[in-house]
């Protein structure tokens, strides 16, 4: 599997390290209580399909990226530096 990388280019996945869910970028504030924090820490989704997932391009720029990938498949669809991505709430 390669991931293009938007600083260094196309690269071998080798290179990086998966980190999990891109959800993970939006850590609940203190006010949203104790219940959002446990989801946040324990709760993982593990669908089947299209997933938001943050790699970090250990052995190359060292960028945190979000890659749009479908698990059944692994092609990569989109990925983008977390960055730019921003903080997003809902």
Known sequence: MRINCPLCG???SREFHYR???KLIDRPLPEQGRAAMFDYVYIRDNPA???RELWHHRNGCRAWLVV??????????SVELAADRGRVRS
């Open 49 to 51: 399909g299209v997933t």
């Open 20 to 22: 999990g869910s891109a």
């Open 10 to 12: 196309a690269r071998d």
């Open 68 to 77: 749009a990938r479908d698990t059944t498949s692994h092609k990569i669809l």
